[in-house]
Protein backbone atom coordinates (compact mmCIF):
# COMPACT_ATOMS: atom_id res chain seq x y z
CA UNK A 1 0.00 0.00 0.00
CA UNK A 2 0.95 3.64 -0.92
CA UNK A 3 0.42 6.56 1.06
CA UNK A 4 0.90 10.06 -0.51
CA UNK A 5 0.94 13.40 0.78
CA UNK A 6 0.88 16.18 -0.66
CA UNK A 7 2.43 20.16 -0.61
CA UNK A 8 3.43 23.29 -1.58
CA UNK A 9 -0.06 24.36 -2.31
CA UNK A 10 -1.07 28.55 -2.20
CA UNK A 11 -2.12 31.39 -3.82
CA UNK A 12 0.01 33.24 -5.85
CA UNK A 13 -0.19 36.18 -8.85
CA UNK A 14 -0.74 35.11 -12.25
CA UNK A 15 2.67 34.51 -13.99
CA UNK A 16 4.11 33.54 -10.79
CA UNK A 17 5.84 29.82 -9.67
CA UNK A 18 4.68 27.10 -7.50
CA UNK A 19 6.10 23.71 -6.76
CA UNK A 20 3.98 21.13 -5.57
CA UNK A 21 6.07 17.59 -3.58
CA UNK A 22 4.17 14.66 -3.28
CA UNK A 23 5.89 12.73 -0.66
CA UNK A 24 5.09 8.68 -0.88
CA UNK A 25 5.50 5.66 1.78
CA UNK A 26 5.94 2.25 0.90
CA UNK A 27 7.86 1.00 -2.25
CA UNK A 28 8.21 4.02 -4.07
CA UNK A 29 10.90 3.10 -6.48
CA UNK A 30 8.42 -0.28 -7.64
CA UNK A 31 5.53 2.27 -8.60
CA UNK A 32 4.74 2.31 -11.89
CA UNK A 33 3.59 5.82 -12.55
CA UNK A 34 3.40 9.30 -10.73
CA UNK A 35 1.13 11.66 -11.42
CA UNK A 36 -0.39 14.70 -10.66
CA UNK A 37 -4.33 15.94 -11.18
CA UNK A 38 -6.29 18.59 -10.38
CA UNK A 39 -9.87 19.42 -10.17
CA UNK A 40 -11.66 22.91 -10.65
CA UNK A 41 -14.68 23.66 -9.08
CA UNK A 42 -17.60 22.05 -10.93
CA UNK A 43 -15.45 20.68 -13.45
CA UNK A 44 -14.07 16.99 -13.33
CA UNK A 45 -10.65 16.08 -12.01
CA UNK A 46 -7.98 16.09 -15.04
CA UNK A 47 -4.66 14.66 -15.70
CA UNK A 48 -1.78 17.35 -15.49
CA UNK A 49 1.07 15.72 -15.85
CA UNK A 50 2.31 11.81 -14.94
CA UNK A 51 5.92 10.68 -15.32
CA UNK A 52 6.69 6.72 -15.49
CA UNK A 53 9.46 4.93 -13.37
CA UNK A 54 11.69 4.53 -16.87
CA UNK A 55 11.28 8.29 -17.10
CA UNK A 56 9.15 8.89 -19.53
CA UNK A 57 6.54 12.16 -19.28
CA UNK A 58 3.35 13.40 -20.61
CA UNK A 59 1.74 16.47 -19.81
CA UNK A 60 -2.06 18.46 -20.49
CA UNK A 61 -2.01 19.88 -23.18
CA UNK A 62 -2.91 23.35 -21.61
CA UNK A 63 0.41 22.99 -19.65
CA UNK A 64 2.73 22.35 -21.31
CA UNK A 65 6.02 24.38 -21.91
CA UNK A 66 4.75 25.55 -18.62
CA UNK A 67 5.13 22.86 -16.04
CA UNK A 68 7.50 20.23 -15.15
CA UNK A 69 6.76 16.90 -13.30
CA UNK A 70 10.17 15.29 -11.62
CA UNK A 71 10.21 11.92 -10.13
CA UNK A 72 13.37 11.15 -7.12
CA UNK A 73 13.37 7.80 -6.11
CA UNK A 74 16.05 8.80 -3.77
CA UNK A 75 13.48 10.65 -1.24
CA UNK A 76 10.39 8.99 -2.67
CA UNK A 77 8.62 12.03 -4.12
CA UNK A 78 7.72 13.57 -7.29
CA UNK A 79 7.11 17.14 -7.75
CA UNK A 80 5.27 19.19 -10.60
CA UNK A 81 7.11 22.93 -10.60
CA UNK A 82 4.79 25.13 -12.23
CA UNK A 83 5.91 28.52 -14.13
CA UNK A 84 4.21 31.20 -16.00
CA UNK A 85 0.69 30.23 -14.20
CA UNK A 86 -2.58 31.49 -14.97
CA UNK A 87 -5.81 32.27 -13.51
CA UNK A 88 -7.49 29.10 -15.42
CA UNK A 89 -4.60 26.80 -13.34
CA UNK A 90 -6.57 27.35 -9.84
CA UNK A 91 -7.58 23.89 -8.74
CA UNK A 92 -7.10 21.27 -5.95
CA UNK A 93 -4.09 19.52 -7.03
CA UNK A 94 -4.40 15.67 -6.45
CA UNK A 95 -0.69 13.55 -6.48
CA UNK A 96 -2.21 9.79 -7.83
CA UNK A 97 0.39 6.20 -8.20
CA UNK A 98 -0.70 3.80 -10.92
CA UNK A 99 0.64 0.21 -10.00
CA UNK A 100 -0.27 0.62 -7.03
CA UNK A 101 -3.15 2.68 -6.81
CA UNK A 102 -3.14 5.66 -4.60
CA UNK A 103 -4.43 9.33 -4.26
CA UNK A 104 -3.17 12.03 -1.67
CA UNK A 105 -5.38 14.31 0.18
CA UNK A 106 -4.86 17.45 -2.41
CA UNK A 107 -3.42 20.84 -2.00
CA UNK A 108 -5.15 23.89 -3.13
CA UNK A 109 -3.58 25.68 -5.99
CA UNK A 110 -4.92 29.74 -6.04
CA UNK A 111 -3.79 31.87 -9.24
CA UNK A 112 -5.38 35.37 -8.71
CA UNK A 113 -5.61 37.58 -12.20
Known amino acids: QVRLVESGGGLVQAGGSLRLSCAAS????????MGWYRQAPGKQREMVAI???????NYAESVKGRFTIARDNAKNTVYLQMNSLKPEDTAVYYC???????WGQGTQVTVSS
Open 51 to 57: RTRGGSA
Open 26 to 33: GSFFSINI
Open 96 to 102: RSIGPES
